[in-house]
């Protein structure tokens, strides 16, 4: 479909294989000299967004991603995958911190407008806040459809039809576009990235911006207060016997 | 496959979905913490190289390692995941675009033999001779030659073999004896090549042979092709390590190849051969870097929950001072290797010692380095559930072949003590 554009959202986390440690000060996460990648759910955003080209359902994809610098090797990553181009709305470290999905979502939507976007496809959450927000807010921003949770998209005279993962099953859906999807874990594979797509993607633009530019206010409206480790789990007991298990709960006073 | 890859990428997180299972890992290769430390094979390089290396790691992770004990025992030559990997532009890294190769230079090269062979050495040296088979083709054959394979070979749809060695001369390869006599429009070969790697799976062998005087100005390399006339195999040989590809004799009973053949001009091959070889050289080198960063990251981890004496490994000093000792050895190598690489990549005139010193430098301190990695892994190490005992096999050939250490000796003494122009550079 000429003239088809589809927005990707392109996240920068920890890696999922990083075992996230509280800093002392208990302000946040330790992030310095740790691995960071693109947020697998938004990977396969834009795989999703890649195949849809290669299939001529779409003809131009963008890839968006908020934070600090360092959000430029992501959205290489996902130039390299197929990506037409990028955006990289850039704030300083410590805004991002207290950055919310509703700032990213605010942004997008500009985006989305500013770029006659016919398609928004986001990470169904990162899964570094886990939020699960972006998506649903930026269509609702927008007053667009939205099909969240996607296992599948296919074209059906000029609408979507969406196959979501739901509670206990699967859910098909028809969405008229504009709209926004969420990507779920099953909706495909992302590839690796070729070589000679690694050397292209260094030549493809990608633009800096401000939030300011999208007149978009990402003062935080919430404080951390103090992050935590999860309680370590205390190791258990195996019992012999109804009678002992009985015992134990009103030793420990529970029954 | 694509399923345990995906499984393995979201693994530890409880996502929020009823039907989403969550896996326990085993350990993986290119575990994160080696980010922000001192051995990070990243330190230095471009961000291109590392967005090249973060394929190639993954690539490892994903498609080799889970397999390489296993290709190993079996003595799968794994085709179709050299396929996969010339798909993304493994098979000819360091051929010109133009001739259908990936552009890249000989320091991106050594990054991705690195990434690579963490997963499995074997096939990743394979790859790496492949590469150095395609490139002699690139760099020296006419535009015809190149034209015709580096597309096929750069997807590893052909596969590609380097023919030099002969039963009677191995370090001394400059008097090798099998002979190809013009005869019209083609060149009549006899003789046998020995421990070919790939020998018999292959598609495409560059032979060295004689067309002219004794020693190295009588030498010509030729491409001959699996099929061809007169051209037979010996038996799979039985090896230590190296167990993901077939090593055999290549012999030559009149074999007929068209002229048209001839890479370079007659009386080049030895150049040729050994053009190709200092390449190779810093390839194999980058192939240990990477046996010698997995066994080092294993090592650390085992250290770490093993216990004897009541406290964990990690704890008494003569292990800390070995992983101390390890990792040291394992930047030198590194640096010494990306050195060589960058010598080729540069032209210097003192890239045929300079490759000498990182394939004998790195060869010989990486395996050290597995070794201590199996010593430190106590009796566990020699089991071969533990990928440790694999990478001290896999490597230890890297000491011997594409030219034995004591030959790189003889190379870099030979730079040092020479007046006047250097020989082969
Ligand atoms: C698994 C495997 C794969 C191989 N793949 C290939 C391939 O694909 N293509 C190919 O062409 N070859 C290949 N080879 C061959 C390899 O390159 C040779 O084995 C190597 O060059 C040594 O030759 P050789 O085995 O004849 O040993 P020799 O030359 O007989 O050497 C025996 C010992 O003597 C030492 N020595 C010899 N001459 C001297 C000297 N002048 N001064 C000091 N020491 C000396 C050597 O260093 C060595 O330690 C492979 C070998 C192996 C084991
Ligand atoms: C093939 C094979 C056959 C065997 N046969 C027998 C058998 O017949 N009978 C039998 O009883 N056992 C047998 N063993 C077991 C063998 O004796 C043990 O593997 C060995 O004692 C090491 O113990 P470990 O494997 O638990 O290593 P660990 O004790 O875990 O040691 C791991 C590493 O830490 C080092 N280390 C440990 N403690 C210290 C310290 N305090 N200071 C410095 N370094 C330390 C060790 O030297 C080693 O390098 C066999 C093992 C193998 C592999």
Redesign the pocket.
């Given at each position: 479909m000429s003239g088809f554009r589809i927005l990707v959202g392109c996240k920068r986390v920890i890696d999922y294989a990083v075992k996230v440690r509280v800093k002392p000060d208990k302000t946040g996460v330790v992030t310095e000299g740790v691995k960071h990648s693109m947020n697998p759910f938004d990977e396969i955003a834009v795989e999703e967004a890649v195949r849809m080209k290669e299939k001529k359902l779409a003809s131009e994809i963008i890839a968006v991603s908020c934070g600090p610098q360092q959000c430029q090797e992501t959205l290489r990553t996902a130039l390299a995958m197929g990506v037409d181009r990028a955006i990289h709305v850039i704030t300083e470290p410590k805004e991002y911190e207290s950055m919310q999905p509703i700032h990213v979502s605010k942004i997008l939507s500009k985006i989305a407008t500013e770029e006659k976007a016919d398609l928004v496809i986001v990470g169904k959450q990162a899964i570094d806040d886990d939020c699960n927000q972006t998506g649903q807010m930026t269509a609702s921003l927008l007053d667009w459809p939205q099909a969240t949770f996607a296992s599948k998209i296919e074209k059906s005279n000029g609408d979507l039809s969406v196959m979501r993962e739901i509670d206990g099953g699967l859910e098909t859906i028809k969405v008229k576009v504009p709209a926004v999807l969420t990507s779920d874990l099953r909706l495909n594979e992302p590839r690796y990235a070729t070589l000679p797509n690694i050397m292209k993607a260094k030549k493809k633009p990608l633009v800096t911006k401000k939030p300011s530019d999208y007149g978009v206010d990402i003062t935080p409206r919430q404080e951390i207060v103090s992050v935590e480790d999860p309680p370590v789990r205390q190791a258990g007991q195996k019992v012999e016997s109804v009678e002992e298990l009985v015992t134990k709960l009103k030793e420990a006073g529970l029954v | 496959m694509a399923a345990l890859r995906r499984t393995s990428r979201l693994l530890r997180h409880v996502l929020c979905n009823s039907r989403t299972t969550t896996v326990v890992q085993t350990r993986k290769i290119g575990e994160i913490w080696v980010d922000g430390s001192c051995i990070n094979p990243a330190l230095g390089l471009t961000e291109e190289q590392k967005q090249i290396q973060k394929v190639a790691t993954d690539y490892a992770k994903n498609e080799l390692f889970p397999n390489m004990a296993k290709w190993d025992e079996e003595e799968i030559f794994p085709v179709d995941t050299l396929k996969k990997a010339g798909e993304l532009g493994f098979g000819a890294i360091y051929c010109r675009e133009e001739s259908g190769g990936t552009g890249l230079n000989r320091q991106d090269a050594s990054v991705i033999f690195e990434a690579l062979s963490q997963g499995c050495v074997s096939t990743t040296a394979y790859i790496s001779i492949h590469n150095m088979c395609a490139w002699m083709i690139d760099e020296f054959g006419n535009k015809e030659l190149s034209q015709k394979w580096i597309p096929q070979l750069s997807t590893m749809e052909k596969l590609a073999s380097y023919c030099l060695t002969e039963p009677n001369h191995g370090s001394d390869a400059a008097n090798l004896s099998t002979t190809a006599k013009q005869v019209g429009d083609k060149f009549i070969l006899n003789g046998s090549k020995a421990f070919i790697s790939g020998g018999g799976d292959t598609d495409v062998y560059i032979v060295m042979c004689r067309t002219g005087e004794q020693g190295p100005k009588g030498i010509s390399c030729m491409l001959v092709e699996k099929g061809s006339p007169g051209l037979a195999f010996g038996k799979k040989e039985k090896k230590v390590g190296w167990n993901s590809q077939p090593t055999r004799a290549v012999i030559f009973e009149d074999c007929e190849v068209p002229a048209s053949n001839l890479i370079g001009e007659l009386g080049d091959g030895f150049k040729i051969a050994m053009r190709g070889l200092n390449g190779g050289r810093v390839n194999i080198a980058s192939c240990s870097l990477g046996a010698a960063q997995s066994s080092i990251q294993l090592t650390r981890d085992?250290?770490k929950v093993?216990?004897?004496?009541g406290?964990t490994?990690d704890s008494?000093?003569?292990?800390q001072f070995?992983l101390a000792d390890m990792a040291t050895k394992l930047v030198t190598s590194r640096n010494i290797v990306r050195m060589a690489a960058r010598a080729l990549d540069e032209d210097w005139s003192e890239k045929v010692a300079l490759c000498s010193m990182a394939k004998y430098f790195a060869t010989e301190e990486c395996s050290k380095i597995c070794n201590d990695a199996l010593?430190?892994?106590?009796?566990?190490?020699?089991?071969k559930d533990y990928a440790v005992q694999q990478y001290v096999r896999d490597i230890r050939v890297h000491q011997i072949l594409e030219g034995t250490n004591e030959i790189m000796r003889l190379l870099i003494s030979r730079d040092l003590l020479t007046d006047g122009e250097r020989k082969y550079s």
């Open positions: - | 085992h250290l093993r216990k004897q004496f406290k490994l008494f000093q003569h292990l070995t010593q430190l892994h106590g009796g566990y190490g020699y089991l």
